[in-house]
């Protein structure tokens, strides 16, 4: 369903052209941190069964970017979502696919370097996403924050595998092929506000958005116990019933992700078990796989991704 560090996910997106069609149509009608825990526990039970999800409503599936408001954005601060050059993220669990219950991993990296999308300068990151201990998608992502504290998305390049073969490599860039910059985490994120457009790339059918539905919540995972943490529910449009909630604390980002909706969708539980400063040889390592990942997606999208100023190594 979503992709989104953080934590990404899976690519498994098919979204109709159809649907997008649809809801477009139906938009314009509408107008503190604790030592680690000895015994983790899940101290906020799975949501599953108590967060009923909602249709989507009918509100923007756009939003609008704030150009000339990006006076520092390749430094990443905002609280629920900090990516800091060198951050290691690494949750492990199970994901159930038609009552079959596969183990998965997912890491994400924040390198040193930057990228300009659309004109603004943003953060690399770099995510691996293991399934049964098979890689089965790698995905470099750009972010960026606004002077207010907004971190916005601004385009990915994954490519997914099945048997070690590569099968698709649906990336998107805000300002081509009508793709636009979706909200990663708002400045201020506050339960009863309306939901956010997390990026819009129709030519891949990307159109995930995200809301927050909880928060003042306390959680315990195996790096630490958190207060403060916060629910975002995330969807793809074309999937308004299927949710996917990332479990976010403050200074760390996403601890645990849940899920929510029917028991025939894909389910999701991972709990963050690693969080660190990467080493100066882990992120040379990483530079060179983010940029042979760029390489690839020079090669792979001429229309786009070719039409870029290459990543820079921050000064």
């Known amino acids: 369903m979503n992709r989104a560090t953080t934590v990404t996910s899976s690519t498994g997106r098919s979204v109709p052209a159809i649907a997008i069609s649809a809801l477009l149509v139906l938009a314009a009608c509408s107008g503190t941190v604790a030592g680690p825990s000895a015994a983790p526990s899940h101290a906020v039970a799975s949501l599953a069964p108590s967060v009923a999800p909602t249709a989507v409503p009918s509100e923007p599936l756009t939003e609008e970017f704030p150009y000339g408001s990006f006076a520092n954005p390749a430094t990443i601060t905002n609280a629920y979502l900090p990516l800091k050059p060198g951050s290691y993220w690494k949750w492990d669990g199970v994901t159930v696919e038609d009552g079959e219950e596969i183990s998965h991993q997912i890491v994400t990296m924040i390198t040193d370097l930057t990228k300009v999308i659309d004109g603004v ?163 040379s390592d990483l530079r060179d796989k983010a940029l042979a990942l760029e390489a690839n997606a020079i090669r792979n999208l001429p229309d786009t991704y070719a039409r870029t100023d290459a990543m820079e190594r921050r000064g």
């Open 121 to 283: 300068q943003t953060v690399v990151g770099y995510d691996e996403d293991w399934s049964d201990g098979e890689l089965v998608e790698v995905e470099i992502f750009f972010a960026a924050q606004a002077d207010d504290g907004t971190v916005w998305r601004l385009g990915e390049y994954p490519e997914v595998f099945e048997g070690g073969v590569l099968v698709e490599h649906p990336g998107w860039l805000a300002g081509y092929e009508d793709a636009l910059a979706g909200i990663y985490m708002p400045a201020q994120p506050k339960v009863g506000e309306r939901s956010y457009a997390q990026g819009w790339g129709p030519a891949v059918e990307w159109a995930d958005r995200g809301r927050v539905i909880e928060d003042a919540l306390s959680d315990c995972v195996a790096v630490g116990c958190y207060d403060n943490v916060i629910i975002v529910e995330e969807w793809d449009i074309a999937e308004p019933l299927a949710r996917q909630l990332k479990f976010h604390a403050p200074e760390i980002g996403v601890v645990r992700v849940d899920w929510a909706g029917s028991a025939e969708q894909s389910q999701e539980n991972l709990e963050l078990v690693e969080f660190r400063q990467l080493s100066a040889a882990e992120m």
